[in-house]
């Protein structure tokens, strides 16, 4: 088939199909351009003319294609710069798990605070003892609090003394939403929901991802990321020695409590024992 062109109405050719479409895929000749062959009425334009239809759809997947492959390597590119732009996650597992102990300590003498107060006032003959064997029904008010502590000042007070806050990924304070699901995520995959066994295994096993991908469970699924400051003796001296004031302050009712778990222990001991017992 012998193609005729008209460019910049001087009409030229005959040219081969394989000749127009080179000229099509250099550049020189574009779609628009105006083409006959020997049967057509008129003269139209390349791209309506029947013997490059094939050409043109190739041409148009080859297009689509080049554009998904920039769209992707423009994507590529953003989620790099947006990664680099995302805070370094820094591990301290033992630091984190040290903070977590102080909240857990303070809002124990926190109940047994309240319990005093209401002792003194003649409003409750509750003992320490049974505060305890309550504390599995009062731990999710715990939760709730740390949550709101860490939407207000992007910490709790454990975690600030020993420098630690939690923010998104801008290093903004978190609202009380995101605060809640990390503080849910705590409960239920970091602390085995306080249930002994799921405990002892949630927490070695939370340690082991830490290291591994840098970030926890409940940071991951509610996107929050922890700071750590530069560590500094205060960081564990002003927890010691508020620790040390609170045991004096409360002496009688933590040395009640501590009876309590030393018989708590000496309890799970006697079940290991008869269990090793039965095995043999």
Avoid at 162 to 174: C, F, H, K, S, Y
Avoid at 202 to 217: D, E, I, M, T, V
Wanted: aromatic letters at 16%.
């Amino acid at each position: 088939m012998q193609i005729f062109l008209a460019i910049d109405d001087e009409k030229t050719g005959p040219f081969t199909l394989f000749q127009v479409e080179e000229r099509l895929r250099s550049g020189e000749l574009e779609e628009t351009d105006l083409g006959w062959y020997d049967g057509l009425e008129k003269w139209k334009p390349l791209k309506d003319l029947a013997p490059f239809e094939g050409f043109f759809r190739r041409r148009e997947m080859e297009l689509e294609d080049e554009r998904k492959r920039k769209a992707a390597a423009r994507a590529a590119a953003f989620e790099k710069e947006q990664a680099a732009a995302l805070p370094k996650a820094e591990v301290r597992p033992w630091t984190r798990f040290f903070a977590r102990n102080l909240d857990w300590s303070f809002f124990v003498t926190f109940c047994v605070a309240i319990l005093s107060g209401m002792r003194a006032l003649g409003w409750t003959d509750l003992s320490y003892t049974e505060l305890m064997q309550l504390l599995p029904i009062i731990i999710p008010a715990w939760h709730i609090m740390e949550a709101y502590f860490i939407s207000q000042w992007g910490t709790t007070p454990g975690k600030g003394l020993v420098g630690i806050t939690i923010t998104d990924a801008e290093r903004n304070r978190l609202s009380f939403g995101p605060s809640m699901r990390r503080s849910l995520g705590v409960f239920v995959l970091g602390m085995g929901c306080y249930v002994s066994f799921l405990f002892m295994i949630a927490l070695p096993f939370g340690y082991y991802l830490l290291q591994k991908h840098k970030r926890s469970f409940w940071d991951v699924s509610a996107g929050t990321y922890v700071h750590h400051a530069p560590l500094q003796a205060k960081h564990f001296l002003w927890p010691l020695i508020i620790l040390f004031l609170l045991s004096f302050v409360f002496q009688d009712a933590f040395s009640e409590i501590a009876d309590y778990n030393s018989a708590e222990l000496e309890k799970i001991r006697e079940l290991f024992r008869g269990g090793q017992s039965n095995t043999l």
